[in-house]
């Protein structure tokens, strides 16, 4: 099977505007989570999407929000882009479930750069 | 919410030798416990996981074990190589999080010749 893809790999951005990255997770699996990760705060936890529906939260701004489509591709996006927001993002797909952890697999990541 | 702590930060230890990285979490709740690999410039990789269920687990060189009492979980690797090098991170996820993983902060492993 194919792994995760994500798309663009790399993206420079200037502050206040906004930005969309795509995830294309394993054929299968439903449920893609987003982390972002820097030097100083390392993975944090944003979202999980399953069945199009927004499960999970993690702690960050209105700014970010995803979606996630029919086909499982999700994506998300940052409005007003601030400086802070320069990461790698990662997202991870999942066959999924509740109660109980399933395997997650991440893809290669977007690179955004805001200057 | 959950909290995941990890140690050491820097770990070094010569080719052949073993070593261990340790994490603690704060929700008692918690059941599911991977490891992740990450080297320089790729995405994190999924190396072993262990449920809240199963004290030990092995695969080949490495291993993890549970200890739920304690809240915490270790990472061994025995008979190290060069390839092993790079950034550990452990995690953990609660029932009721979907599939929320809350990650510790890394542990960069050097294996030197």
């Known amino acids: 099977k194919a792994g995760v893809t994500q798309t663009p790999r790399y993206l420079i951005k200037t502050r206040g505007q906004q930005v969309t990255l795509s995830c294309s997770p394993i054929?299968?699996?439903?449920?893609v989570s987003w982390y972002q990760q820097t030097p100083g705060q390392g993975l944090q936890f944003l979202f999980e999407?399953?069945?199009?529906?927004?499960?999970n939260k993690g702690n960050f701004p209105g700014r970010f929000s995803g979606r996630q489509f029919s086909n499982s591709r999700s994506e998300m996006n940052v409005s007003t882009l601030e400086l802070g927001d320069s990461a790698l993002y990662l997202c991870a797909s999942s066959l999924a479930g509740s109660g109980r952890g399933y395997e997650q697999y991440f893809g290669p990541g977007t690179r955004l750069t805001v200057t | 919410g959950e909290n995941v702590e990890q140690h050491p930060s820097t770990l070094s230890v010569q080719e052949g030798d073993s070593a261990v990285i340790k994490c603690t979490y704060s929700d008692s709740a918690s059941n599911y416990f991977p490891w992740y690999k990450q080297e320089l410039g790729k995405r994190p990789q999924l190396i072993i996981d262990i449920r809240s269920n199963v004290g030990e687990k092995k695969d080949q060189r490495i291993a993890v074990t549970l200890n739920k009492t304690a809240k915490h979980f270790s990472l061994h690797i025995t008979e190290t190589q060069p390839e092993d090098s790079a950034v550990y991170f452990c995690a953990a996820s609660s029932p009721g999080g979907g599939n929320k993983l809350t990650f510790g902060t890394g542990t960069q492993l050097k294996v030197e010749l």
């Open positions: 054929s299968g699996h439903r449920s």
């Open positions: 999407y399953f069945s199009e529906t927004q499960r």
